[in-house]
């Protein structure tokens, strides 16, 4: 059982670490940042510190 614990922790955490990042750029293209989870819940989205992102 406590292997079964250990192999879903790490499935966990190399399925957050390598496919749910990102990389947005606004429209005027001066202006970027990075997110971890999804574009919506990152801090700079969050502020409206980019403006709106390019397509």
């Given at each position: 059982m406590n292997?079964?614990?250990k192999?879903?922790?790490l499935a966990v955490a190399l399925s957050t670490l390598t496919a749910c990042t990102g990389h947005i750029?606004?429209?005027q293209?001066?202006?970027s940042y990075?997110?971890?989870l999804h574009?919506?819940?990152s801090i700079?989205?969050?502020i409206g510190g980019c403006?709106?992102?390019a397509e």
């Open positions: 292997r079964i614990v192999l879903t922790v750029e606004n429209k293209k001066n202006c990075d997110y971890l574009p919506a819940i700079s989205k969050i403006g709106p992102a």
